[in-house]
């Protein structure tokens, strides 16, 4: 398990705790979400409990969690935070405060982080491109533009290639895009406006179907790549984001209101449903903690 701060949801911030005996525990089967609304990361159960804060800046260091957009859990036990607000990606070590892992004129507003090898991949909205970043936080490479415009997720498919969720612009001819990293060239594109509107989050199953956060029209899809197999939820989803797999095999959704839970089969609802509130205000994505 890992171990990062120690605050409750309403007390104040306290990460990189030294107490052991209040050092916040976030089992495997835990998620943490990233939530923009209140610049902090979450810790909850798949029971929907909020358990606590796991990382929040201080203050006078606002940027080390300025509009967090995605949480990633490192190779070493940290967490490695892209926050859009300050154009930089942040470390957050289990026995130490937070800090800038990097920062550099090659990515802004990054929006999704996926670990590729002995380095980290970041997405950049507004730079539209993918910064590859070594162990030590340098950049070693970047490519994306002029292909990748306005990318909002992206995940690594279990046949090696990287799958973008994009919105659909003129050009495109879809809204998720599939890149070979080695070689950083775009191989595919797929989901034409008739299919996906803006794509805002994606997440493979242990099936190895592709799961699809539509934010314009309020959908989950289901692709098996790159045909669209069905509409999973039609209903039910305000501007749906984040989407994750838990270990318990459901599928959780990040949305503008809230924290959902569905039958990857069926897309019958499976609870938990956690509204917002004190705790929780602007959710932009999930990560459960077991998986990198």
């Known amino acids: 398990m890992v171990v990062v701060g120690c605050a409750a949801p309403d007390a104040e911030p306290a990460t990189g705790s030294d107490c052991e005996d209040c050092a916040l525990q976030v089992a495997p089967s835990d998620f943490l979400v990233a939530d923009r609304g209140l610049d902090r990361i979450l810790s909850l159960s798949t029971a929907g409990e909020v358990h606590g804060v796991v990382a929040e800046a201080p203050s006078d260091e606002a940027a080390l969690l300025d509009d967090p957009s995605a949480v990633r859990l490192g190779p070493d036990g940290s967490l490695f935070v892209a926050c859009f607000g300050s154009n930089r990606i942040t470390r957050w070590p289990v ?38 970043i070594t162990a030590e936080g340098a950049l070693a490479s970047e490519f994306g533009y002029p292909d990748l415009r306005d990318g909002h997720d992206m995940a690594l498919g279990p046949d090696g290639l990287l799958y973008v969720a994009t919105s659909q612009h003129i050009g495109h001819g879809g809204a998720i895009q599939v890149w070979d990293v080695e070689h950083e060239a775009l191989v595919d594109v797929f989901g034409p406006p008739e299919e996906v509107g803006r794509a805002t989050g994606l997440a493979f199953g242990p099936d190895g179907a592709l799961y699809v956060a539509d934010h314009m029209h309020g959908q989950l899809l289901r692709f098996e790549p790159p ?28 949305d503008e209101a809230g924290i959902h839970a569905f039958d990857p089969e069926t ?8 509204g917002l509130g004190d705790a929780l205000v602007s959710p932009r994505s ?3 903690v077991d998986t990198r």
Do not use: C, K, M, Q
Not at 114 to 132: F, K, Q, R
Not at 227 to 242: F, H, I, K, N, Q
Not at 267 to 272: H, L, N
């Open 267 to 274: 897309g019958e609802s499976r609870g938990p449903e956690l």
């Open 95 to 132: 026995d130490g405060p937070g800090e800038t892992f990097f920062h550099d004129v090659y990515l802004e507003e990054p929006v999704a982080l996926a670990w590729y090898g002995d380095g980290l991949l970041a997405l950049g909205n507004d730079t539209a491109n993918v910064a590859v």
């Open 286 to 288: 999930i990560t459960f």
């Open 227 to 254: 045909r669209l197999d069905r509409v999973l939820v039609s209903e039910g989803l305000a501007g749906p984001l984040g989407v994750a797999f838990g270990p318990d095999g459901r599928l959780y959704v990040a």
